[in-house]
């Protein structure tokens, strides 16, 4: 009797590690567009190798930075489609697409990227299950607030009349266009050759990429003042999520946490802050605040932005006040907001 018991006990306490063993093994693509160099790359390798880790090795992950499976702005249909099975993401690439992650690339929402990530990341996690229905979102987040930088100075929103300008985003392609200038549409590792050509006279960008994707060599002169941030989004392709197993999905899911949104996020957010500093330090470069009055002027300038992201939630279904006033909760909880 008493070998039958210990025999049941340890055939339940292998059960587990058994059906762990039972996994079979699952190879993901990871695809950024952004250069090895870049933090986004190490923070997601880290990610990378504690899911592996946590798995065993049956979740094996392989990092493919600088565009190598796919130009940036095809990041979400790579997810999709199965190109990539872990993908980043600028939704602000494709206007029109995901109106209201869009909330989050209207200037002057954001005051810090940090507290901003967890905002927006708990904020979207509700509407990326219709928004980004055939993707698993896995997290959102944002970088640290950035600027304008240009070949002119640039001090009030009539400056960019009449200007070629790379907008980080949809939503700051349509502020330029609200103030008389003209978009030019070139992703993160094409701005530099776009500024140097003459195709654009200025560009709305985070301070630490400037030095990064080289831009500090086309551009002299910097605003310092938080007028935007640009949204992103890591994405999961649905058949290779599904394709798992139970234990498995469970550490996908783990990885996929405000936690993690922050292990990952937090030194890029770090590195973009940085760069204010050492703009500052170039003498051949002019940063410059903005007066009460200047400042004032942009925000009033953009304020039919907000006007057309809540036309556009309700064109496509949604309730525009009720998604604006949970951002806004968000923002509280977190003191992310300006």
Request: proline share 7%; hydrophobic share 45%.
């Amino acid at each position: 009797m008493r070998k039958t018991l210990m025999a049941l006990l340890a055939a339940g306490c292998l059960l587990p590690i058994a059906a762990q063993a039972q996994d079979k093994t699952v190879n993901l693509k990871v695809s950024l567009w952004v250069p090895p160099a870049h933090p986004l790359v190490p923070a997601t390798q880290a990610w990378a190798a504690d899911i592996e880790k946590a798995s065993g090795g049956s979740i094996k992950l392989s990092v493919f930075p600088s565009e190598q499976l796919g130009k940036a702005f095809d990041h979400y249909d790579m997810a999709r489609d199965g190109i990539a099975d872990v993908t980043y993401v600028n939704p602000g690439y494709q206007p029109g697409r995901f109106p209201i992650a869009a909330a989050g690339q209207i200037p002057f929402v954001f005051n810090e990227g940090k507290k901003g990530t967890q905002a927006f990341n708990e904020w979207y996690q509700k509407y990326a299950k219709t928004e980004m229905k055939d993707t698993k979102l896995c997290f959102a987040f944002i970088h640290a607030p950035g600027s304008v930088h240009s070949k002119k100075k640039i001090v009030v929103p009539d400056d960019l009349k009449g200007a070629k300008v790379r907008p980080a985003q949809s939503t700051i392609g349509e502020m330029v266009k609200l103030f008389g200038g003209t978009n030019v549409q070139a992703s993160a590792p094409e701005s530099r050759d776009a500024i140097e050509r003459g195709v654009a006279d200025a560009i709305f960008f985070p301070w630490g990429s400037i030095f990064l994707f080289g831009i500090d060599k086309v551009v002299k002169y910097h605003i310092d003042a938080p007028l935007y941030s640009t949204v992103f989004t890591y994405n999961i392709n649905l058949a290779k999520y599904n394709s798992m197993s139970p234990a498995q999905k469970k550490i996908i899911d783990d990885h996929c946490s405000p936690e993690w949104a922050a292990k990952v996020t937090d030194p890029w957010v770090d590195y973009e802050f940085a760069g204010v500093a050492k703009m500052k330090a170039l003498p051949d470069h002019e940063v410059y605040p903005l007066t009460p009055e200047q400042l004032a002027a942009w925000k009033k300038g953009v304020e039919p932005l907000h006007a057309a992201w809540a036309a556009a939630v309700k064109k496509a279904g949604g309730d525009a006040d009720a998604i604006d006033a949970e951002l806004k909760a968000s923002l509280k909880k977190h003191n992310a907001g300006l």
